[in-house]
């Protein structure tokens, strides 16, 4: 098969006449089944091979102190709380939550990132931290791509805390969703 | 007025040569072919953009699967042992010394405390992830991975502990809180989340600084 045409003859070129010689066996074989089956073999383990390693996360917890005076203290014109709903949407407010919660507002993951960068560019870097506060209703995905966001937009402090009574409300109300529907 | 002879010329192509790149390539990806170690649970991690891979020795991960169950799992069959004979000895759960040895061929914990005994006697092909209930993590006052914690903390005392969380994407988050909590509890303030990678997205300060060439943090 490596060869077009041309016989399965090998290389030869006339004797002369008289000349008696033993028949000369070829010894080449043919190989292209033997390559054939190698790329063959090769195509298996290149698509069953897990090219996506999984990678890693890292996250450092904060201890948690009882004793007010140790408890990490963020300003509140540095900032910015970001809470998570339901269906990935997600809201947030600069500074502390208004009593009408006139500052809450509503984005999406995609609409985070812009909050976060202009937070950083209108806030000295002391000051800026982030609170994340993942609801009830949020999923692992949702709590890991906000840390992400985090590496993302490089910001240096933030912490994730357990949501409050009077932001819950506020995301039910945003929602239109009953209070706490507890899940399975 | 013959036309001029072309002089035949042998097709015949070596092969030969093909065939050891080809075999060459084929012993590579057999010899760095890894296969999936069986897992408790099928999990769809979440992505992020971290480009640490994760390590695969003196770990103890915990998995949550999509329904929110939680399993764990430790990469060395002697620090399997250690742990289980740790919970035996401190919560008193009557394990005998083949039950110990039997908890170091598990794969991963999938019971509670209560029922750890008939866990490890189950025959290996029972052990699935499907029908298993999974560690007891409903809430803080019930919640066992605290003490599954508690032991490994102290069998990894003083050694490197690769303390991992994999969970599914979909898991809600009240359970990953428990889990956390659970290392709060034993003071393990350090632990890695399981990821897939994705792509820096463009124009991010994340991806200014990758090209700056500063090296990314963890």
Redesign the interface.
């Known amino acids: 098969m490596?060869?077009?045409?041309?016989g399965g003859g090998g290389?030869g070129h006339k004797k002369g006449p008289g000349v008696k010689k033993g028949k000369k066996l070829n010894t080449?074989v043919?190989?292209?089944p033997?390559?054939d089956l190698?790329?063959l073999?090769?195509t298996f383990?290149?698509f069953?091979?897990?090219m996506?390693?999984?990678?890693?996360?890292?996250?450092?917890?904060?201890?948690?102190t009882e004793k007010p005076e140790e408890q990490n203290k963020a300003k509140e014109s540095g900032a910015l709380t970001i809470m998570?709903g339901k269906d990935r949407n997600v809201f947030y407010y600069e500074g502390i939550l208004a009593d009408n919660g006139s500052n809450f507002k509503s984005t999406d993951f995609k609409g985070i990132?812009d909050v976060i960068?202009n937070k950083?560019k209108n806030t000295d870097p002391k000051d800026l931290v982030i609170v994340i506060k993942?609801?009830?209703?949020?999923?692992?995905?949702?709590?890991?791509?906000a840390?992400?966001e985090m590496?993302?937009?490089?910001v240096k402090r933030y912490a994730l805390v357990?949501i409050s009574e009077p932001e819950m409300q506020l995301i039910n109300a945003t929602q239109g969703v009953a209070p706490a529907t507890p899940?399975? | 007025m013959g036309r001029p002879k072309i002089a035949r010329k042998s097709t015949w192509v070596d092969m030969t040569a093909f065939c050891d790149v080809a075999f060459l390539l084929l012993s590579f990806f057999i010899l760095t072919t890894k296969f999936k170690a069986p897992e408790a649970i099928s999990v769809v991690t979440p992505s992020s953009v971290s480009s640490k891979t994760a390590e695969d020795q003196d770990q103890c991960l915990v998995t949550i699967s999509p329904d929110g169950r939680v399993f764990i799992s430790y990469s060395e069959e002697e620090r399997r042992m250690e742990v289980v004979d740790d919970l035996n000895k401190r919560l008193n759960l009557q394990l005998s010394e083949a039950d110990l040895k039997k908890a170091s061929k598990a794969e991963f914990f999938a019971s509670s405390l209560s029922t750890l005994k008939s866990f490890v006697n189950l025959p290996a092909e029972q052990r699935n992830g499907k029908s298993l209930p999974g560690i007891p993590c409903v809430d803080s006052t019930h919640n066992e991975v605290t003490e599954w914690i508690a032991s490994t903390s102290s069998v990894f005392l003083g050694q490197k502990l690769n303390l991992m969380v994999k969970g599914d994407k979909d898991v809600p988050y009240p359970i990953f809180k428990n889990v956390i909590d659970a290392f709060k509890k034993n003071d393990q303030m350090k632990f890695q989340i399981i990821t897939n990678q994705e792509p820096i997205p463009a124009g991010s300060p994340l991806s200014e600084k990758q090209r700056a060439g500063e090296k990314l943090s963890d």
Do not use: C, H, W, Y
């Open positions: 490596a060869d077009l045409g041309e290389g080449r043919d190989l292209t033997m390559v190698g790329f073999l090769i383990f290149i069953t091979t897990t996506s390693t999984p990678t890693v996360m890292k996250l450092f917890l904060p201890k948690d998570l990132r960068l950083k993942p609801s009830k209703d949020s999923k692992f995905r949702d709590v890991v791509d840390l992400d590496t993302i937009n490089d357990d899940q399975q």
